[in-house]
């Protein structure tokens, strides 16, 4: 568009608004499942129908919007891939419902999405898991040829994306997994599955950088958000966590090939009988020399939570761990803001750093937290080993660093 004069400036721009505004519906064809032979039944495979549509959906050129109405679709393993040209919506107001047979998903995650840009998944639909029938399968703690469970979801190498509003229920194993995701938000998320049910972590991510996770609340039987080697400028806002573990970082530092994590920002989040709440755990004999730095966390309430600031660079599940000892994981820039509530054990506040590395400005702010457990073993108290850092504000229970 070209204006010579200036008076017309006003006039092209308005003009350009209008053409850039409906841009999206003009060009959207629709694919309702249920057009293409989808059958909600809750018993018909689903999974042909679905990937024959996903490979119209996304080489038409032009933006394509997926729809699953309400009803319940069975779905065995699916995967979603490239070449997509375009904007893919996919809006999901049914249920889909994943094999109750574990050995009918014949792929690590149920629901893979590969290789794609500018994806947007949304709706009120729910994604079931129907876990309930593998956990009892699931003795990964004691045997290492343990079955292998599929994850419910999957996102790798995906970029400019997101996920709104979708319920995930009874993982089989974790339910959101994410590798080499870049700028994906996740908002209005409820992720859930009883407490019992063994590794259902709720948000598991690696090597992925610039995601935001928002109004969502998780309750598994594993991680809320389990953050690994390689995540940088995660942010994570107005989640609610609870029951089992909470936000963890690591563990950490245990293979050789692995990244810095950096740049966390971890606010308004409610962690309601977790066993951690903030959680950083590093090997205690690694292999790997990275930083973890630059993370925030602020306003955060603890219901009796176990162990409600937990920084633990002796990681050993299973001792004896090597004799090299010290992890060499640097920590360094955290900062711990308006943390308050209530603690189940009595060390609410424990930095244990590593002798080789120890902690670099850590900074505590307004700290409030409270001993609830077993009255006689007394107030909350704080542990620091090989921490530097500063404390002002509210200070309960009272610091520890130098
Ligand atoms: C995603 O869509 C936006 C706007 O339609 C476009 O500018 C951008 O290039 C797309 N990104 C990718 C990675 O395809
Ligand atoms: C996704 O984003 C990452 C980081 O910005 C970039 O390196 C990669 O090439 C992108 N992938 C695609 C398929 O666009
Ligand atoms: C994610 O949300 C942020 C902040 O609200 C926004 O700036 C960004 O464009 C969003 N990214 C995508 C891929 O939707
Ligand atoms: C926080 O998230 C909940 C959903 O978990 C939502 O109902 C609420 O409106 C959100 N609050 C803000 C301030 O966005
Ligand atoms: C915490 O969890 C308990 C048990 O599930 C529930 O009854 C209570 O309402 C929750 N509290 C908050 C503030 O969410």
């Not at 909600?40 to 997926?66: L, M, P, Q, Y």
């Amino acid at each position: 568009m070209f204006c010579i004069v200036s008076g017309f400036k006003v006039f092209c721009l308005s003009l350009l608004f209008v053409v850039v505004a409906s841009r999206p519906t003009v060009g959207t064809k629709v694919f309702n499942i249920q057009h293409y032979g989808a059958k909600h039944d809750g018993k018909t495979d689903n999974a042909n129908v679905f990937t024959n549509v996903w490979k119209n959906a996304c080489s038409r050129g032009e933006n394509s919007k997926i729809y699953v109405p309400k009803g319940t679709y069975y779905l065995s393993g699916v995967k979603f891939v490239r070449p997509c040209k375009n904007k893919i919506e996919f809006v999901i107001d049914g249920t889909l419902l994943a094999p109750s047979n574990p050995n009918n998903i014949k792929q690590d995650t149920w629901i893979n999405f590969r290789y794609i840009n500018n994806l947007s998944i949304s709706g009120k639909g729910t994604l079931d898991g129907q876990g309930k029938y593998s956990w009892p399968l699931n003795d990964c703690h004691k045997n290492t040829n343990c079955p292998k469970l599929a994850m419910t979801i999957g996102f790798a190498f995906v970029n400019d994306s997101g996920i709104e509003g979708i319920t995930s229920l009874n993982s089989k194993m974790g339910h959101f997994n994410f590798f080499s995701v870049h700028n994906f938000n996740i908002t209005g998320v409820t992720i859930t599955a009883p407490e019992d049910s063994p590794n259902t972590d709720g948000i598991k991510m690696g090597f992925s950088s610039n995601m935001h996770i928002s109004n969502t609340h998780i309750g598994t039987g594993d991680y809320c958000i389990a953050i690994l080697s390689g995540t940088s400028d995660l942010d994570i806002s107005n989640v609610t966590c609870g029951p089992r573990h909470g936000i963890s970082v690591g563990s950490l530092g245990k293979n050789k090939d692995e990244k810095d994590v950096k740049g966390l920002t971890v606010r308004d989040i409610v962690f309601n009988g977790t066993s951690d709440g903030i959680r950083i755990k590093t090997w205690e004999s690694s292999a790997s020399k990275i930083l973890v730095s630059n993370f925030v966390y602020q306003n955060i309430k603890m219901i009796d939570v176990g162990k409600p600031i937990n920084i633990d660079q002796k990681y050993c599940p299973h001792p004896p761990c090597e004799k090299k000892g010290e992890s060499h994981v640097q920590i360094r820039d955290l900062k711990l803001k308006n943390i308050y509530g209530t603690s189940k054990n009595k060390v609410a506040v424990n930095l244990q750093c590593s002798k080789s590395f120890p902690c670099k400005n850590v900074q505590l702010i307004d700290i409030n937290l409270k001993h609830n457990g077993r009255r006689e073993d007394g107030p909350a108290t704080a542990v620091c080993q090989n921490v530097d850092g500063s404390a002002r504000g509210k200070m309960v229970p009272q610091h520890c660093l130098d």
